[in-house]
């Protein structure tokens, strides 16, 4: 059984700095590409950066480029998004994602307010 569980959001103060992680489980994690995906309150679930199988690739949307940085741990099974700079508009529920799955975790919560 396929399994997602992000962790590591909370309350930060804008400029502040996060580090999310998503532990998977059920398949074989080095063998899939990975993403991370966002959604904020009203708003629709967005594609926030990606990964390849072996973490030598990583692609990043503009509104977080070279403010987040995507990586992983296939040894230990984790995905990685290390925020820094936070604004308030990074304010969502985050989630790691593998494309080819299907499955979802139950998401992180990031809130980015003085």
């Known amino acids: 059984q396929v399994q997602l569980v992000e962790s590591g959001g909370g309350l930060v103060q804008p400029g502040g700095s996060l580090r999310l992680s998503c532990a998977a489980s059920?398949?074989?994690?080095?063998?899939?590409?990975m993403t991370w995906y966002r959604q904020a309150p009203g708003k629709r679930r967005e594609l926030v950066a990606t990964?390849?199988?072996?973490?030598?690739?990583?692609d990043y949307e503009d509104f977080v480029k070279g403010r987040f940085t995507i990586s992983r741990d296939n040894g230990k099974n984790i995905l990685y998004l290390e925020m820094n700079n936070l604004k308030p508009e990074d304010t969502a529920m985050y989630y790691c994602?593998?494309?080819?799955?299907?499955?979802w975790g139950q998401g992180t919560q990031v809130t980015v307010s003085s």
């Open positions: 990964i390849n199988n072996n973490g030598g690739t990583t």
């Open positions: 994602h593998a494309p080819s799955l299907t499955s």
């Open positions: 059920g398949f074989t994690f080095g063998n899939y590409f």
